[in-house]
């Protein structure tokens, strides 16, 4: 039982509610949340909306590394002595999001065993996605990656309902993020439609979001031999 007139602490309230270090910041589609190279000074929790993270070689290439949504962190690298930004964060809709400094989430994860936990839980299942992105590009052809990445965007196999619908994402970042060009996406989104795994409406560039359809599983569960023909 909670000492009296003490309150139990809800790491919910906590990431929903502004307070001392933590404040909300509403974003529109294409605002930059931070630049790489700038010191790092916060961790960012998504309460609504998509974010993208890239990275920029000394040769100016861009690279797509996350699409990120409602629930997860980013920026937390702060907190392992990151002292500038390594990548970009880019709102790809509308977001809101709760902007926590470095000494407030510090302060709350040493004295609060909740939120400490939820924390050390969503680290660990970002680590084996990075783990499951890096054997994905090792060893699954680039129609495979193409329909993970799409089952992972609409949330399938988080808990709750998946999100069929994709925000609006073109063909460009898709290519990126799985290790291919955009023809070859074009192709296979062409195919994943015709074969009913996908729904798209407007243009080429998918302009008009993606809908995607719980069959598509089959493509990434089972081998199919050919798939790339």
Same mark, same amino acid.
């Given at each position: 039982?909670? =000492?009296?007139?003490? #309150?139990?602490?809800? *790491?919910? =309230?906590?990431?929903?509610? %502004?307070?001392?270090?933590?404040?909300? %910041?509403?974003?529109?589609?294409?605002?930059?949340?931070?630049?790489?190279?700038? *010191?790092?000074?916060?961790?960012?929790? /998504?309460?609504?909306?998509?974010?993208?993270?890239?990275?920029? #070689?000394?040769?100016?290439?861009?690279?797509? %590394?996350?699409?990120? =949504?409602?629930?997860?962190?980013?920026?937390?690298?702060?907190?392992?002595?990151?002292?500038?930004?390594?990548?970009?964060?880019?709102?790809?809709?509308?977001?809101?999001?709760?902007?926590?400094?470095?000494?407030?989430?510090?302060?709350?994860?040493?004295?609060?065993?909740?939120?400490?936990?939820?924390? /050390?839980?969503?680290?660990?299942?970002?680590?084996?996605?990075?783990?499951?992105?890096?054997?994905?590009?090792?060893?699954?052809?680039?129609?495979?990656?193409?329909?993970?990445?799409?089952?992972?965007?609409?949330?399938?196999?988080?808990?709750?309902?998946?999100? *069929?619908?994709?925000?609006?994402?073109?063909?460009?970042?898709?290519?990126?993020? /799985?290790?291919?060009?955009?023809?070859?996406?074009?192709?296979?989104?062409?195919?994943?439609?015709?074969?009913?795994?996908?729904?798209?409406?407007?243009?080429?560039?998918?302009?008009?979001?993606? %809908?995607?359809?719980?069959?598509?599983?089959?493509?990434?569960?089972?081998?199919? *031999?050919?798939?790339?023909?």
């Amino acid at each position: 039982m909670a =000492a009296r007139g003490k #309150s139990l602490f809800s *790491p919910t =309230a906590f990431l929903a509610k %502004v307070g001392e270090g933590r404040r909300h %910041v509403k974003h529109q589609k294409g605002d930059v949340i931070f630049s790489q190279g700038e *010191p790092a000074r916060s961790v960012f929790f /998504i309460q609504q909306g998509k974010v993208k993270l890239t990275v920029v #070689s000394e040769q100016g290439k861009e690279a797509v %590394v996350a699409i990120l =949504a409602a629930d997860d962190f980013f920026g937390e690298g702060c907190l392992a002595a990151q002292r500038v930004r390594i990548s970009t964060a880019t709102a790809m809709t509308e977001c809101d999001v709760m902007c926590i400094e470095k000494a407030a989430i510090t302060k709350v994860l040493r004295k609060e065993s909740a939120f400490s936990e939820l924390f /050390i839980a969503y680290l660990l299942s970002r680590t084996i996605r990075v783990e499951a992105d890096l054997v994905d590009q090792l060893f699954n052809s680039s129609e495979r990656r193409l329909a993970r990445l799409l089952l992972l965007l609409a949330n399938f196999g988080k808990e709750g309902s998946p999100t *069929p619908l994709i925000a609006k994402i073109s063909q460009e970042t898709l290519a990126e993020m /799985i290790g291919t060009t955009r023809s070859r996406v074009s192709f296979f989104m062409n195919k994943f439609r015709k074969l009913g795994f996908i729904d798209y409406n407007g243009d080429s560039d998918l302009k008009g979001g993606i %809908v995607v359809h719980k069959s598509l599983l089959n493509l990434v569960l089972h081998e199919t *031999p050919h798939l790339e023909r």
